[in-house]
């Protein structure tokens, strides 16, 4: 399973046409991901015949959340998937970065009323104990969680996601995220025995209007400086290609 991030409807339809069966949908991908508008998700369940998972995250910044907060991520995890949403990516943390277990249940417990999917994002690779963590996860009746085996990109985590698939794959889904590509997809699911990876497959789109007149809305560095990312549905029909063509590859 080949699961791409969307920040977008267009995103959505991009990686349809490449050939994903699921995304992870989103606004803000520049905050790291937060929690889509309905009509973004009313467009991609009319128009695109792929699983949606949609991000619950109502600001940028870290995982601890105050009663506002998560407040309205129950409110927001309750409306989308009672509009569509096959399942919701969320994380709670306590202070400390330990799992928040009273705010992840609650959340939990709205997602599976509806029979959705309830997949702890990676707010797991901010954990101190990532099998404490998955265990509580397991406990939890969480269905899937996203991470990148403790590091910055799933590559550098590969030893912990072998570990975890091997130790915890028969009783919770992992998914493999954080870095990426056509080039290193096959590998990695070989090497750690993961069959779901998560990818952006990133492009970039340039809108004149985002530097003007001295003033700036841009959020990427150089040579970005006036565009925004995008889903590229041929970056999207490689990664497919590769990992296919990875699992028909001898030993």
């Known amino acids: 399973m080949l699961e791409i991030c969307c920040g977008s409807y267009y995103d959505a339809v991009q990686a349809a046409s490449g050939g994903a069966k699921r995304i992870e949908l989103n606004s803000g991908l520049h ?3 937060l929690t889509p508008s309905l009509g973004t998700l009313e467009l991609v369940k009319e128009n695109c015949q792929i699983r949606t998972v949609a991000m619950v995250r109502p600001r940028g910044g870290g995982f601890y959340y105050c009663r506002e907060d998560f407040e309205v991520m129950e409110r927001d995890a309750r409306i989308l998937v009672s509009h569509g949403a096959d399942g919701i990516a969320f994380g709670c943390l306590n202070e400390d970065a330990s799992i928040n277990r009273w705010q992840n249940e609650r959340l939990a417990a709205v997602i599976h009323e509806y029979g959705k999917e309830a997949v702890f994002h990676r707010a797991f690779d901010c954990t101190r104990d990532p099998y404490r963590s998955i265990e509580l996860l397991i406990d939890m009746g969480i269905d899937r969680v996203l991470t990148s085996g403790l590091a910055a990109k799933a590559e550098d985590g590969a030893e912990l996601l072998k570990e975890l698939q091997a130790r915890y794959g028969q009783e919770i889904e992992i998914l493999a995220g954080s870095g990426i590509h056509a080039g290193n997809a096959g590998r990695l699911m ?3 025995g993961i069959t779901q990876v998560h990818s952006s497959c990133k492009d970039w789109a340039e809108d004149p209007t ?3 007149n001295g003033v700036s809305y841009a ?8 565009a925004y990312d995008v889903v590229s549905k041929d970056l999207v029909r490689k990664l497919l290609e590769s990992i296919g063509e990875a699992e028909q590859a001898p030993e």
């Open 31 to 33: 905050l790291g991901g």
């Open 190 to 192: 070989a090497d750690t």
């Open 210 to 212: 985002t530097i003007v």
């Open 219 to 226: 959020f990427a560095g150089p040579p970005h400086e006036a």
